[in-house]
């Protein structure tokens, strides 16, 4: 199974962007699916989640309040709404999936994508 992210892009801050992923087989039972994102030098960092079987979704502190996780109608595919973008936000982001419940932690997600640069100017 691979997933696809893509919907990244240069913005002023203040801006908004959304950033998109799918699953290659729309028959993959995928529990979790969520969005990271990682400078250079740092750590992967968790963004946001959506657990597929309650729609329950979760954020980092830092993204609360601005961006949006969202299921599409097509299975496994996934959101990211993205408002009020900061120059912190920039990053690559990622588009990861698990066959278990939601989790922060990077090394529990079996599936990831290829990554999407999302550039915020001030």
């Known amino acids: 199974v691979q997933l696809q992210a893509f919907g990244g892009g240069l913005v002023e801050a203040g801006g908004s962007l959304r950033l998109s992923c799918a699953a290659s087989e729309r028959s993959f039972n995928v529990y979790t699916m969520g969005w990271f994102r990682q400078v250079p030098g740092k750590e992967r960092e968790f963004v946001s989640a959506i657990s597929w079987s309650t729609g329950s979704t979760y954020y980092a502190d830092s993204v609360k309040g601005r961006f949006t996780i969202s299921r599409g109608n097509a299975k496994n595919t996934v959101y990211l709404e993205m408002n009020d973008l900061k120059p912190d936000d920039a990053a690559v982001y990622y588009c990861?999936?698990?066959?278990?419940?939601?989790?922060?932690?990077?090394?529990?997600?079996?599936?990831w994508g290829q990554g999407t640069q999302v550039t915020v100017s001030s």
């Open positions: 990861a999936a698990r066959r278990g419940p939601f989790s922060r932690n990077t090394s529990l997600y079996n599936y």
